[in-house]
Structure formats: structure tokens, C-alpha cells
């Protein structure tokens, strides 16, 4: 009966029983015919010899060695042509197991998307999926199985170049971004032909390196570590994630590699994750720089004893496994476990039915430029743009604006456009829109285009200056591409001055100083400081990385064919020094009292409490007016819903979209707690002058949080329901709520 009951439940769940039962029975069949050397080389994956992100290690013979079957795995194999030659490799050795290619596909394929910390801006979870799930439909066309994305990774600290590949800094949008993105990737499932398995990253606590520099410690209490970092990691493991990928940092003075807490107690024990772990690139061996593994062999034995499942490029497991078991030293148990990860993983997919499966070259050709896909990413370029001013209304431009000067390093950016984590293809540079050519298709046949670069986007050269001025003389309005190169944000790329780099800020002056109107546009991977821009222009845009449509984004954006609605990810400090900065800090026993208190409060004595731009910020066209903010309850008893209901009026010109942001703070606790958490979201669409009362549903599940004994309640007491358009602008009411 019970197993009836187990069946249904599964049926129910999408999981079939019978073919789950039988591609436990291959695996335990094929794994009886394994010699221990075949074993460890499922565990090992090495690099084709295309890009890296690591110190490469050069093999004499990689292709023999798939041959013997010591190789389960290859990253950075990118095209049905290269994908077949490795995996007719495999299909000459003894007991023909097909190879795993692994890819970084972080945003988009061959048609790019926006970065994921730009995505995150539209607070579109449908958007959000598409992308991912077009990622996967071109990738696995290249005859790809695996992507390394999502990183889930938290981010507070905009020094560190990798929030580009996350949700930026809060849990909860962390959470729902994760799970969207997983979905994509997997799609119908794995076994589908365009399904690929996506990669929960970097597990864990990457995103909270110290100064935010790559690959640095990171040491935070467990409570900490459990409420803010781990639970998009969560997240995707409870929904399907086929596969994790640890961390390069220590965790608490363990290397998240070498973690068997992080990997084997809670991610294979407490969360009874199915799927597989990958190291991060030769992150066993960096155990021994880290100090905590004397040599190779010892790397290999601690990472495999903690959970690591497969080795990226470090050779410890397939230079020491062996002989550890031999020795005694690990239990045979412990590489059977992984390898039977990474073969069901390998039955899912289909690829023992068809090691070919994902190998065809038609297919390969339908996706190398899809129109549909990029009608998409154009789309979903505009919607994560954030208006961040717009004081004199000189957006929406009009298309009959007689001259439109467009200066800047930017103005005509191809693979800038891309962003960091993109594969370089020959005809990128005829394929990327450019802000250019998106804003002069745009612009009406009257009207003339100017271009100035100005100059490079990170030097000292300010020959180009003085024609940039008279550029900039002869327009009714220009447009100023200002920001990152795309190699500027990303892994390495970790940055103590988020300013605008090089002359970008002097060039800007000098262009103000003409008294033309400016319209500031920003590309860069991160939160940037730009204080004298935010003073001084009225007018400013945050572009993000868009893609490869980005100038048809930016120019659909620019002349109010899409009325933007973007909302920040992250919070955009002031300055370097306020960084690590978010909103949803604690208050201290000494808050300031408003933004200019630094009367011994928690203060800077040389700067502005508050953030240049806060959580969640971003401007319309339009206005919306907040009104008739309700709760159904204000006295409440356990388990019941609380109804927070407010509504919003499109009061200005344009129709547009919102993101209606409900927080809520939890006065007082065991522990001391976040002055307001996000905890629910709506984006709306109204109607110039229409009106809607959007609601949230608040259960006692919205007020758990974890105690210093790592216990998840929630506790009697008061607590403040607030909703607004940002973490910084919202009205608030109190509710009393008993157990
Ligand atoms: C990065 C990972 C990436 C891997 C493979 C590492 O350096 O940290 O995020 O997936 O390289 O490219």
C-alpha cells in the first residue's frame, strides 16, 4: 500500500519510478565491470585546450587517456565538431562510457542576455527562465550536457567583480532568480535534447570574500552562513539542481573543497542533494597554498572524504586515489558514491542510449543565429535596464531630435557588450548590436547621429577630448556611454576603485561644460561609484552588459518604445568606503538618527549614511502613487494569514510597469534582526491613470529565521509590515502577532 501511495506521490513529481529503478541497476551493473582506475577517472575532468580561467595544465596525450577511460569530463569543448572527436575517444575505450562536456554558458550562448545581476534588475522570474532555458536550447545544440550557472552566490560587495554572474545582494530575490534560472537549464528534464544540467555555484559563500577579493577567506557565523548564504543553495537542491560546484574560499578556515560540513553533512545528508559535486578549477590542489593539505595526495584524500565529488583540472584524484584506497586510507565507499552520482547523471541525459545524442550539426546551424532568440534578448535587454534619474523629463527622446551626439568608449562596443563569461565566436563583432547602430536605426530619417569616442575606457589618453567637445557642440542632446570594459567585472576581477576608470569622469566634465543636455548611460558589470554624475546630470540610465541586442535594448528604451521598469539588484554605494553595503543590515545600539547623524552614532564622520541608489530603486517614465496601504489584521494568533493590501495609481503619462516590494522587520528577537527583509513582490503593469490594489498573503513561515543555535522559528512579538517602490521609500504598519 505504501508503496503505492510512494509511487503516485513520485508520478506526481515527474519522477518515474520504474526507469529511476533501472538506471540505478545500469549503474550498479556497470560500475561491477569497473576497475578502480575507471572509477577515478569518471571523478576527473580536464580542460579542452580552448580558454581557461585557471592555470592550465598541458597533458601529453589527453585523448589516450580518454581512451583508457581515465576521464569522465571536459570543459571548454565547445561545437558538435570538437565534441564528437572527444567523445569518438571515449567510445574506443573498454567499457565505451560517454564524456560529460561542461561549459560556463552564464548568460546566453550564442545569442548573450543581459548578465544575470542585469536580469535580476527586471524582477521577472518568466523572463528570467526564458533566458536561461534559450541558453540551453543553443548550448546543448553545441553539444554541450552541463552548464556552470547558476551562481547563486550572495552578493554585498560591489569590489567583487563576480556579482555580474548572481542576483546581487538579498536571500529571498537570490532564491527565486536561482530557482527560475535551474529551471531553464533543466527544462522538461534531463533526457530531453535541449535539456542541459545547470551547476549550483560556488557553494558556498563565495560572494562574502574578504575586502571582496577573489578567492579570499571567509569567516562568518554558522547562523549567518545558514539565514543569508546558503539558501538559494537550498533552494535549487530541493527543486532538481543536477549538480553543485564547491568554492575556492575557506569557510570559517576550512576550504569550502575540503568542507565536509558544507558538502557531505548538509548538502548529501541534511538536504539529500541526488546530484553530483564538481570541484571549482584545480580547487583540491589549492588546498596546499591554502595551507591545508600538505601535498596532492593529501588534497585528494581530504576533498574526496568531504563530498567533492569530481576534480576540475587539479590531477590529485587521478594521481592519488588510487593508491589511498590501496592504502586504506579511503574507503572504496566513498569513490563508488561519487561515481555513481556521475553515472546516473550520464544515464539521465540519455547519453548511454546515444553517447551523440547532443552532436548534430543541423542542429548546431538552426542555433548559431536564431531570429526568435534574439527578438528575445532585445527584449529582455530593456527590461533590466534601471532608469536611475530622469529629473527634467528629457527622456522618453524624441526620434525627430534634430542632432543626437553619441561620445563615449562605449558608443560602438561589440564584445563590450557581451560582458565577461560569453565564448568569443568569429562573427561576434557582425552580430552584436551596438548603441550606435540600435539608437541611429531608431532615429528619424531627418535627424543625424554624431560620434565622438572621447577616449579609451581605461587610460589616461585625452587627445581625443577636444573633438569630442565640438561633437558634442553641435547636438540638441547627447548620449554618454560611460563604464566597464568587459573584462573589467567578472572572476579576477576584483577592483578597489569602482569609479569611473581612466579620463571617463573628466571626459564627462568637459562635455557638461557645453551646457548640452546629457543623457549618462552606464555599462559596466557592478554597482559603480559615480557621485559627481549623480550630483551633477540629471539624466542617467544603468545599462548593465546587455548582449547581444544591447544597442536595440538601449535605443527601444532611450525613445519610450519600452517605458523602463528595472529595479536594482544591489544596493549602489556612495563611495568605496561604505562598502560592504545592503539594505537589510542590523541596527546597532547606535543608529543615526537620519542620514547626516554623526553624533557618536554607527556613522561615518565623512560621509552620508545613506546609499547613492537603495535595494530596489529604479524610476518610469510614468509615476505610481501608493495609497490605502491595509492590513486585514493588526492583532494576530498563530497560524494565520495576515492581508497586507495597498494600491497603486499609474498618476503620470506613460503607461508602465512596477515592482510593488513588501519588507517586513521583526522588532524584537532571540537574536537581533535586519531592519526589513524583502519578503514578497508583484510587478504590475498599469495603464496610464489606472489604478490596483496589489496583496500579499503573510504567513508565520515570513517571520522564521535562524537562532544562535541554528534553530528556523519564529517568534511572538511585533512586527513592522512595510510596502513601497524601494527598500528606502516605503509606508509601514504594525501588527502584533502571538504564537
Ligand atoms: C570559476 C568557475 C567556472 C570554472 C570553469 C573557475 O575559475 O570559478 O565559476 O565555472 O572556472 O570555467
Redesign the pocket.
Known sequence: MKKIFLSIFLAGLGINISAQKSIDQKVTELMAKMTLEEKIGQLNQY?DDI????PITKDADKAGQVRAGKLGSI??AVGTKNTKNWQDQAMQSRLKIPLLF???V?HGFRTTFPIPLGETATWDMNLIEKSARIAAIEASAYGIHWT??P?VDIGRDPRWG?VM?GAGEDTYLGILVGKARVKGFQGNGLGNKDAVMA?A??FAA?GAAVGGRDYNSVDMSLRQLHETYLPPFKAVSDIGVATF?N??NDINGIPATGNKYIQRDLLKGAWNFQGFVVS????IGEMIPHGFAKDNKDAALKAIIAGSDMD??SRSYTNHLAELVKEGKVDIQLIDDAVRRILTKKYELGLFDDPYRFINEKREKEQANNPEHRKFAREIGSKSIVLLKNENQLLPLSPTTKKVAIIGPFAKATVENHGFWSIAFPDDSQRIVTQFDGIKAQLDKNSELLYAKGCNANDNDKSLFAEAVETAKKADVVIMTLGEGHAMSG??KSRSNIHFSGVQEDLLKEIAKTGKPIILMINAGRPLVFDWASENIPTIVYTWWLGTEAGNSIADVLFGKINPGGKLPMTFPRNEGQIPIYYNYYNTGRPAKNNTDRNYVSAYIDLDNDPAYPFGFGLSYTTFKYSDFNLSLTELKGNLTLNASIKVTNSGNYDGEEVVQLYIRDLVGKVVRPVKELKGFQKIFLKKGESKTVSFNITPEDLKFYDDELNFDWESGEFDIMIGTNSAQVQTKRVNWEK
Open positions: 580542460n580558454t581557461a580561467t585557471g570543459l571548454n561542461g561549459q560556463d552564464i556552470f550557472a551562481m563576480r554572474e551547476c555555484k560556488h563565495y560546484m568554492s575556492f571549482d578549477w584545480g580547487s576540475m583540472e572572476e579576477a
